[in-house]
């Protein structure tokens, strides 16, 4: 009677994921369909046209590159930038589906999967933060842990693992400044192939050394190449292409704030948005499913927690988008304990197992009842909440 009632959990909450993925899917069809339509977004599609056209500036590689290649296809610089994005989704979708695949399926790692923070439904509920430039952190981070598969059979793609690492990592870096506060991500990859006997400690010091020198170049390059109100004005006319009213608005206009002015902004919004009361408790419920979570005693996972939020806490002191910043590092957590537990370095609780008709509700309400918003305003009610409010 147990295993049918847990079979029929498992069936349930399985068509909930697809719902959840149906979701996903249509906003990268909205995506498509209106960006082009409403000639750019100003954040969405603008935060990926920045470019060199007065010189180098911080986040300037995306702008460049997407507009080399439309040239090169003689396609529509806009229509290009939401293809780009809409494919780096469906990519990310399907090697986060991989990641959990190999998992054991329990509620909470759908939990995981299914979560407000995680990119998915973050793309979906918090539509204005969605396909902005993490999508490709994300997905590189994505991309590095499908990548680890052949060094269980040969140590000697070691070398040849950490130069890809470090490729994606130095294009990314003048692609957006926020690669450097993730980096511990980057850095303890290696480490935990360390511990499960994939490479040698060497490996990992030239990991940290690298990882380290490209971070501190790319913070230097951020802090003195950040623009000025001449330069916006510069990228905004190099963009030849019929574009809307305001699109030189929102990113491309963020460029030339020095970071005095981008800490004057943040301090503004904690205090008059009530960001230091409603993140917190984002933050305590992106994290609630990882306490059903363990790990090997050899992994030192404590210290990798502590030096990753200590290194995004910058992040919340120059920029306001917190919830773009916390929906990035549950991500990236959530990707990094799918493949620990894939290696056995990582493991569900029991109690996980025993309760199921538990788990799963917790499993419905933990899904629908809380959205985390990308900035600007406190976190949302999800749809059980809402149905609740309006009944009462």
């Given at each position: 009677m147990e295993k049918l009632?847990?079979?029929?959990?498992?069936?349930?909450?399985?068509?909930?994921?697809?719902?959840?993925?149906?979701?996903?899917?249509?906003?990268?069809?909205?995506?498509?369909?209106?960006?082009?339509?409403?000639?750019?977004?100003?954040?969405?599609?603008?935060?990926?046209?920045?470019?060199?056209?007065n010189g180098f500036i911080r986040r300037g590689l995306s702008g460049e590159i997407l507009a080399l290649l439309a040239n090169l296809l003689n396609i529509n610089l806009i229509n290009l930038t939401?293809?780009?994005?809409?494919?780096?989704?469906?990519?990310?979708?399907?090697?986060?589906?991989?990641?959990?695949?190999k998992t054991s399926h329990s509620?909470?790692?759908?939990?995981?999967?299914?979560?407000?923070?995680?990119?998915?439904?973050?793309?979906?509920?918090?539509?204005?933060?969605?396909?902005r430039k993490e999508l490709l952190l994300v997905t590189i981070f994505a991309i590095l842990l499908l990548l680890i598969h052949p060094l269980k059979t040969q140590k000697i793609c070691a070398n040849h693992y950490l130069t890809v690492a470090i490729f994606f990592f130095a294009v990314f870096a003048p692609i957006h400044e926020m690669i450097i506060f993730y980096c511990p991500f980057f850095i303890f990859l290696f480490v935990t192939l360390y511990y499960t006997h994939l490479i040698d400690k060497k490996i990992v010091a030239a990991a940290v050394v690298l990882f380290s020198l490209l971070s501190i170049v790319a913070l230097i390059l951020s802090y003195f190449y950040h623009?000025?109100?001449?330069?916006?004005?510069?990228?905004?006319?190099?963009?030849?292409f019929e574009k809307s009213d305001n699109f030189c608005n929102g990113a491309i206009y963020a460029t030339s704030q020095n970071l005095a002015a981008a800490i004057a902004n943040t301090k503004y919004n904690a205090i008059y948005g009530d960001y230091l009361i409603y993140y917190p408790i984002c933050c305590l419920l992106a994290f609630f499913p990882f306490i059903f979570v363990t790990y090997a005693k050899t992994l030192p996972i404590k210290k990798f927690v502590i030096i990753s939020i200590i290194f995004i806490i910058p992040l919340f002191i120059v920029g306001y988008d917190w919830g773009r910043w916390i929906s990035t590092y549950i991500t990236l957590f959530t990707l990094l304990v799918f493949y620990l537990i894939q290696m056995q370095q990582a493991y569900i609780r029991p109690i996980c197992y025993k309760h199921p008709m538990l788990f799963f509700i917790i499993f419905l309400l933990?899904?629908?009842?809380?959205?985390i918003?990308?900035?600007c305003t406190y976190p949302k009610l999800g749809y059980f909440c809402l149905l609740l409010v309006s009944f009462f």
């Open positions: 009632i847990f079979k029929r959990l498992y069936i349930i909450s399985n068509l909930i994921m697809l719902l959840l993925l149906y979701f996903a899917l249509n906003q990268i069809i909205y995506l498509v369909s209106n960006i082009n339509n409403d000639k750019g977004d100003f954040w969405l599609s603008a935060d990926w046209l920045i470019n060199y056209s939401s293809y780009v994005q809409a494919s780096l989704m469906v990519l990310f979708i399907t090697f986060s589906i991989f990641l959990y695949l509620f909470v790692e759908k939990m995981l999967l299914c979560s407000p923070a995680f990119y998915i439904g973050f793309s979906y509920w918090t539509y204005r933060a969605a396909f623009g000025d109100n001449h330069s916006w004005k510069i990228i905004c006319s190099s963009l030849t933990y899904i629908f009842s809380w959205i918003p990308h900035c």
